[in-house]
């Protein structure tokens, strides 16, 4: 039964946020918005709604770790195994505004982040900064869609077309139901999943926060699975890699705002655990983009192949600290002895190889 019930959850959560893009987009497009602010604020946050569902309904349960974990967990997931993942089937093309806006914005949110934490709470006042500042960002993205050129107006315009006069969904009716449905299923499959992995953390003897950081931060990521692999397999690289990146943002400064606003006086309490690792690496996931997305502005295969394989390692080390197995000393050994800084050498010596050559002064 909780086998099925966070199956259940699941399939609710991914059903609610297709449902809910959908029934928006729709509504949104049949007001005369245009299809780049639809695309840019409805789409973009329908794809992170199963986190900030099962953030704010973990917290309003009590179950602050898993919520924390779910945000940090499903950023690490992001970058490392959705980029590395969409990598391995085509060569990522990297947009030079990713470069110099975007990731920027990332990693920026990912230090803010880690600085409300160094006091192992988030308050009240911490939630509402975030969430203020992706209300402002969120504003400036709609002001810069206004310089958009006509070949980036016309890719969100392919992609979300407006309801076809007649069709089932032209209607206005219709239009709030997938909205109210969509949101009912998202509620209604956070429940599910909640209690589910709450159940399964007692049986395996695994703590909330890693249940959050692994199963349910890979579950709720499902929309970002499919849409950014569907974006490389149709050749839409750039959309593959804004939809990561815009989703690890809009997750700290959206369902982590809400979370610790919704904890009220209380705040969410930081696990030691939490701020001494998990932090650092969703922070080293971000900055890494950096040198990897200027390599040339792509992410080539064998750079998607280590982000999977680094996340395989994440995962493992997660599981053998839980347990505190035997092998988690040598395992740790062998990653930060080896495997990372000979990483760290090739992604120098590939950055210094695909550097433009110095123009000679006339």
């Known amino acids: 039964m909780t086998i099925l019930l966070f199956i259940g959850g699941l399939i609710g959560l991914v059903a609610g946020a297709e449902l ?24 973009a946050f329908g794809t992170s709604a199963p986190e900030m569902a099962v953030s704010a309904g973990a917290v309003l349960n009590g179950q602050t770790n898993l919520a924390l974990g779910n945000v940090v967990g499903s950023n690490i997931f992001n970058v490392l195994f959705i980029l590395g993942l969409s990598a ?17 914005i ?32 969120t504003v400036f993205l709609i002001i810069q869609s206004r310089k958009e050129t006509r070949a980036a107006q016309d890719e969100y315009a392919a992609e979300l077309l407006p309801a076809r006069p007649g069709g089932w969904d032209a209607r206005l009716p219709v239009q709030l139901l997938l909205i109210v449905v969509g949101l009912g299923l998202l509620v209604l499959g956070s429940e599910w999943l909640v209690s589910a992995s709450v159940v399964f953390a007692k049986a395996l003897g695994i703590s909330d926060l890693v249940i959050g950081l692994t199963i349910v931060a890979a579950g709720t990521s499902m929309p970002e699975v499919a ?3 569907m974006a490389a397999i149709k050749g839409e690289r750039d959309i593959a890699v804004g ?26 309490v930081v696990p030691t655990a939490l701020l001494n690792f998990d932090l650092w690496v969703m922070m080293a996931v971000a900055l890494a983009c950096l040198p990897v997305f200027l390599t040339g502005r792509e992410i080539a295969r064998w750079e998607g192949g280590v982000f999977v394989l680094y996340y ?5 080390y997660l599981v053998l600290a839980n347990q505190q197995h035997g092998a988690l000393g040598v395992f740790s050994m062998a990653m930060m002895g ?8 090739t992604l120098i010596v590939v ?10 002064p006339p």
Not at 338 to 345: D, G, L, Q
Not at 351 to 360: K, T, V
């Open 20 to 43: 809910l893009v959908r029934g928006a987009s729709k509504l949104a497009l049949s007001f005369g918005i245009s299809p780049l602010v639809v695309g840019l604020t409805i789409v």
């Open 88 to 104: 391995l089937v085509t060569p990522l093309v990297v947009n030079i505004q990713l470069i110099r806006q975007e990731v920027p």
């Open 106 to 137: 990332m990693v920026g949110a990912s230090l803010l982040l880690l600085v409300f934490a160094l006091d192992n709470r988030l308050g009240f006042i911490d939630g509402a900064i975030l969430f203020a500042l992706l209300i402002s960002y």
């Open 227 to 229: 849409t950014s692999l």
């Open 243 to 268: 939809n990561v990146v815009g989703s690890c943002t809009f997750n700290i400064l959206g369902c982590l705002g809400l979370a610790a606003m919704l904890s009220g006086n209380l705040g969410l």
């Open 312 to 316: 395989v390692a994440y995962v493992v």
């Open 338 to 345: 080896f495997v990372i800084p000979i990483t760290v050498v």
């Open 351 to 360: 950055l210094i190889r695909r550097a433009p050559p110095a123009q000679n």
